[in-house]
T-cell receptor, first 116, second 114 residues
Framework: AQKVTQAQTEISVVEKEDVTLDCVYETRDTTYYLFWYKQPPSGELVFLIR??????QNEISGRYSWNFQKSTSSFNFTITASQVVDSAVYFC?????????????FGKGTRLHILP | DVKVTQSSRYLVKRTGEKVFLECVQD?????MFWYRQDPGLGLRLIYF???????EKGDIPEGYSVSREKKERFSLILESASTNQTSMYLCASSLLSSGYNEQFFGPGTRLTVL
């Protein structure tokens, strides 16, 4: 069975600190996709990144970076020099290679508070 | 940009009322989804549809039904609303032919049932 675990329910850091959000997944598929979404207070989930299982290169986008490690089944997300606008709920998600009735499995989310 | 819109941001209904939540996407996506989001429980899939007039039960379909008469529109129906259906409802869509299930979400409808 597929599963996504975000062990950190809530994190608070002071602005400009770095913060890492953990994501551990379980799957028996050899081809799969991992995602991160951001849900700001407005409510809409915003797509941040997609990674496929064959691409273990780390990704950096501005202050955001992602560390994908198949050996530990983890896909962690780091925000460098955090800002108040980063305050949101962040979801990690997993999907197999898409068939008609495939579903995406979401973690329960990590609520991140960036304190001014 | 993919646009997923939901008919209402906030909705207040009474117990026993029939409630319709509408979702429209403008990118010709085959797949559409309805989730509910509750504190501590994350996103839970209610129903999804991969084609017009097709529907599949998700993890928590009880008390809900859906309708997909047109490709761009996916409606969630609460036949007789109950207080335990007070929640945030999120609609999403994705492109089947992409091979991966990257979903695009609407802004959500916060439903309160009194």
């Amino acid at each position: 069975a597929q599963k996504v675990t975000q062990a950190q329910t809530e994190i608070s850091v002071v602005e400009k600190e770095d913060v890492t959000l953990d994501c551990v997944y379980e799957t028996r598929d050899t081809t799969y996709y991992l995602f991160w979404y951001k849900q700001p207070p407005s409510g809409e989930l915003v797509f941040l990144i997609r990674r496929n299982s064959f691409d273990e290169q780390n990704e950096i986008s501005g202050r955001y970076s992602w560390n994908f490690q198949k050996s530990t089944s983890s896909f962690n997300f780091t925000i460098t020099a955090s800002q108040v606008v980063d305050s949101a709920v962040y979801f990690c998600a997993l999907s197999g290679h898409m068939n008609r009735d495939d579903k995406i499995i979401f973690g329960k989310g990590t609520r991140l508070h960036i304190l001014p | 940009d993919v646009k997923v819109t939901q008919s209402s941001r906030y909705l207040v209904k009474r117990t026993g009322e029939k409630v319709f939540l509408e979702c429209v996407q403008d990118m010709d996506h085959e797949n559409m989804f309805w989730y509910r989001q509750d504190p501590g429980l994350g996103l839970r899939l209610i129903y999804f549809s991969y084609d017009v007039k097709m529907k599949e039960k998700g993890d928590i379909p009880e008390g809900y039904s859906v309708s997909r008469e047109k490709k761009e529109r996916f409606s969630l129906i609460l036949e007789s609303a109950s207080t335990n259906q007070t929640s945030m409802y999120l609609c999403a869509s994705s492109l089947l032919s992409s091979g991966y299930n990257e979903q695009f979400f609407g802004p959500g409808t916060r439903l309160t049932v009194l």
